[in-house]
C-alpha cells in the first residue's frame, strides 16, 4: 500500500537549542534573519521528540524494512508551514495550540498551510493517516477539502466539526488511552505504529488490505490496532 501520514509537530525537540523564536522564525521566512547560515538544519522528521512522534517513527521505520510498500510523513509545522519529513530546517519553538484563532489563521496562511494540505489531499494514495489535534486541524483547513477515500482522521471527540464528509473519524478519548495502555499523548502515534504492523502482517497472510472494514469503520480500526501490541 501506498501510505500518506500527516502528522504535527511536538513541541519537545531531540536537540537541546538555540531555537528560533517567534520573532526569529518571522525573520527567517523574511530572509532577514542575521547570520542565518549558521542555524543547524535537521531533517524534520528526526527534530521531533515527542512520545507519539517516536511511536508513529518506530512504526514507518518498520514498515518501510518488511518491504510493505511506500509510506510518506508529512508534519504541520508550526515554525516552518507543512514540510515533508526530509526538509532540512533549524530548531525553533512554536505551537499552534494556545494562539488566538485569527494570529492562527494568519500565520498558517503565511506559512502556506492550507494550500500545501490541498496539494496532499489532491495526489493519489491508497490509504491517509491524519493524526492532528483540534487547533492543527483548523488551520489546514482540512474540513473544506474534497475528501478522498479512505481517509482516517484520529482526533479528539470535539474534532468531529472539523474531519471531512467522508473521511473516518476515529474519536479518541481517555477510555482509548487506557484500552491501549498508553498516554493520550502518545496514543495517536502509538496507533499509527499498530497499524501498519497489522497492514504488514495482513499482507503477509495472503489478505487484500486495500479492502479491509477498518477503514471504514471506527471500531474496525481500534480492533486492527488491537492485533499488534
Given at each position: 500500500m501506498n501510505i500518506r501520514v500527516v502528522a504535527p509537530c511536538t513541541g519537545?525537540?531531540?536537540v537541546r537549542g538555540p531555537f528560533l523564536d517567534m520573532d526569529g522564525l518571522r525573520r527567517w521566512h523574511e530572509g532577514t534573519l542575521p547570520d542565518a547560515a549558521?542555524?543547524?538544519l535537521i531533517p524534520a522528521a528526526r527534530l521531533y521528540g515527542g512520545l507519539s512522534h517516536k511511536r508513529l517513527m518506530q512504526g514507518i521505520d518498520a514498515y518501510r524494512a518488511a518491504g510493505a510498500g511506500n509510506v510518506e510523513l508529512h508534519?504541520?509545522?508550526a515554525g516552518m508551514g507543512m514540510v515533508d519529513e526530509n526538509t532540512l530546517i533549524p530548531p525553533y519553538e512554536a505551537t499552534f495550540t494556545g494562539m488566538r484563532p485569527a494570529q492562527r489563521e494568519r500565520w498558517a496562511e503565511r506559512l502556506g498551510i492550507p494550500q500545501r494540505m490541498a496539494d496532499l489531499m489532491a495526489r493519489p494514495a491508497d490509504l491517509r493517516l491524519v493524526l492532528l489535534g483540534h487547533e492543527y486541524l483548523e488551520v489546514t483547513r482540512l474540513s473544506k477539502l474534497p475528501c478522498p477515500v479512505p481517509t482516517i482522521v484520529l482526533a479528539a471527540p470535539s474534532a468531529a466539526g472539523l474531519v471531512p464528509p467522508g473521511a473516518l473519524h476515529v474519536a479518541l478519548g481517555q477510555a482509548h488511552a487506557a484500552r491501549f495502555h498508553h498516554t493520550l499523548v502518545a496514543l495517536k502515534g502509538e496507533?499509527?505504529?499498530r497499524v501498519l504492523a497489522?497492514?504488514?502482517r495482513r499482507r503477509r497472510e495472503g489478505?487484500?488490505?486495500r479492502e479491509l472494514p477498518a477503514w471504514r469503520d471506527a471500531e474496525a480500526f481500534l480492533e486492527?490496532?488491537?492485533e499488534n501490541p
Open positions: 519537545k525537540k531531540t549558521k542555524w543547524p508534519i504541520v509545522s496507533l499509527a505504529r497489522a497492514i504488514v489478505a487484500d488490505v486492527l490496532c488491537e
